[in-house]
């Protein structure tokens, strides 16, 4: 990814920080026909590294798949059960205090093929903070689809 794409990705980084705030951020490229996902940003390199893999089917749980990747829906998850029902790394993300998570689709034509992940304590969010990371991704779009090599 070159310098401007990271430059740009912080763009995003910073409209989520100021708009809905967050503890950790990361945006996810789905690949291999939607059975891997890569992270191509965080916020913290140092746990989550840019590059780092997950594999959808052993990964990930099934559910939370045809929500954000199948039905192309965001995902709220409110306590820190939704956020370990989601992800097999929960422990991880739990110690940086996570407890509420939302996930925000990225479309390109008819197919998902990123998503943001927004972070922060335990009740943390409301639906008004949903509405407000999906307009996020809707005005930064172009710019995650090509840092994603779309």
């Known amino acids: 990814m070159s310098g401007t794409e990271v430059h740009r990705l912080q763009d995003v980084e910073r ?18 026909q939607g059975r891997q996902m890569e992270r191509i940003y965080s916020s913290h390199p140092r746990e989550y ?49 996570c407890g509420s998570i939302i996930n925000a689709p990225i479309l390109r034509a008819d197919t998902t093929v990123a998503a943001l992940n927004v972070l922060d304590a335990e009740g943390a969010y409301t639906e008004q903070d949903v509405d407000k990371v999906l307009d996020i991704a809707r005005r930064y779009t172009a710019t995650i689809l090509e840092a994603a090599g779309e």
């Open 15 to 32: 409209a989520v920080k100021e708009e809905v705030g967050f503890k950790l951020f990361t945006i996810l490229a789905f690949r291999d």
């Open 49 to 97: 590294p840019v590059g780092g893999r997950k594999d959808v089917t052993r990964d990930v749980a099934k559910d939370w798949l045809d929500v954000c990747l199948v039905a192309q829906k965001p995902f709220f998850g409110q306590t820190r059960a939704d956020v370990e029902w989601i992800f097999k790394d929960a422990d991880l993300i739990t110690s940086l205090g």
